[in-house]
Every structure is written in structure tokens, then in C-alpha cells.
């Protein structure tokens, strides 16, 4: 590869970095997030739940991992959309809530908990530890 093109690549990754939203997965450790009942695993794009595999959307991936990725840290709606859509902000609330209802749904147990994503009234939502029958 050219000299300027590898400079331009380079530049762009490093926008990437800055504007958020951006992994370079060849550079993560432990590209699954383990859960009681959940992974989710960057490198494959997958999500299994009990041991089978969800299918999710792109958006609904990265927005998970999003959330996921700072277990228990409450990320505002701004945070989400900018980090997830890797936009500015133009209040697009009913939009992530959109995107969260399915991505609960997708993640409905059998029994019908859902202790994945919590919504912070107000601010937004954040990711916390599923509740399992031994915790």
C-alpha cells in the first residue's frame, strides 16, 4: 500500500477514535462481554443467550455493546446517539426507546424477566448485571 494511503487510513481510524462509537477490534483483549446468560462476542458479531444464538441488527448490536460494554454506568440519550449513530445529537429519544424495545424483546427470557437494559427516567438508560437465580 502506498505511503499517503496507509497515512489517510491512519487518519481516518484515528477520527474514528476521537468522534466515539469506533473499536479496533484488533486491538481489544476479550472481544466477548460475558453475562449470567448472556454474551455478547464483538469479533463475531454474535449474541447468545442461554447457550443460542439472537439476531440482532446491526444498530441493535452496537447499541447493545454500547450499553453493555460499561456495565452499570447510566449513559444519557445524547451519549447513546452520539456514541452508537456516531451523530450529533438531534433529540432522537423516541428513536433509541425504538431500538431498546427491541432489543429487550429480542432478550425476553422464558419466563418473561427482562434485567438487561434499565431506563433512568429522564436521563436515559444503562446496562446492569442480569439477576440470576443464585445472585
Keep these: 500500500m502506498p ?13 474514528l477514535k ?7 477490534i484488533s486491538s481489544v483483549q476479550d472481544t466477548t462481554l460475558v453475562f449470567p446468560n448472556l454474551e455478547i462476542d464483538l469479533f463475531h458479531r454474535e449474541v447468545r443467550q442461554n447457550g443460542r444464538s ?3 441488527t446491526d444498530l441493535e448490536f452496537r447499541l447493545l455493546h454500547y450499553l453493555a460494554s460499561q456495565l452499570g ?3 444519557t440519550y445524547q451519549q447513546i ?3 452508537v ?3 450529533e445529537y438531534a433529540h432522537e429519544k423516541g428513536n433509541i426507546m425504538s431500538h431498546i424495545r427491541h432489543i429487550r424483546k429480542k432478550l ?13 427516567r429522564g436521563v436515559g ?9 443464585s445472585s
Aim: aromatic residues 16%.
Design 18 to 24: 476521537v468522534k466515539g462509537g469506533y473499536t479496533d
Design 81 to 83: 446517539y452520539e456514541g
Design 54 to 56: 439472537v439476531r440482532f
Design 3 to 15: 505511503e499517503h494511503e496507509e497515512h489517510i487510513l491512519s487518519d481516518i481510524s484515528e477520527y
Design 108 to 120: 425476553e427470557s422464558e419466563i418473561g424477566s427482562n434485567d438487561y437494559i434499565e431506563n433512568i
Design 73 to 75: 454506568r447510566v449513559f
Design 85 to 87: 449513530w456516531g451523530e
Design 125 to 133: 438508560y444503562r446496562f446492569k448485571k442480569p439477576m440470576t437465580d
